[in-house]
């Protein structure tokens, strides 16, 4: 599976996440996964609703349409995200880069 794939409307993205950031942004590609920086520590589920909030703003979509599919305690995470209205622009330059290959 790719970092970035589509299951008709719904996009699922494979994570890395980096808690305790100095900013939330998206990084880039590490692997097969997108590395997101994130400000909140990974306690309590701090870190995930974190994510949450901060995928729902990138993607104009409401917290209710992001579901964390896999990696509840881990770094590595499976996020869906239902009928994305917009694309980040770090993300739509990955999309392109993997159609080119």
Known sequence: MSALSYRGADLLLQLYVQPKAS????????????????????????????????????FGVSKSQIELVKGELGRHKLVLIKAPFQ?????TTLTVKEHQL
């Open 87 to 91: 694309l980040p622009p770090e993300l």
């Open 23 to 58: 900013r939330d942004q998206i990084i880039g590609l590490h692997g097969d996964e997108i590395k997101l920086a994130i400000t909140a520590p990974p306690i309590d589920g701090k870190a995930n609703a974190h994510i949450q909030k901060l995928l729902a703003k990138l």
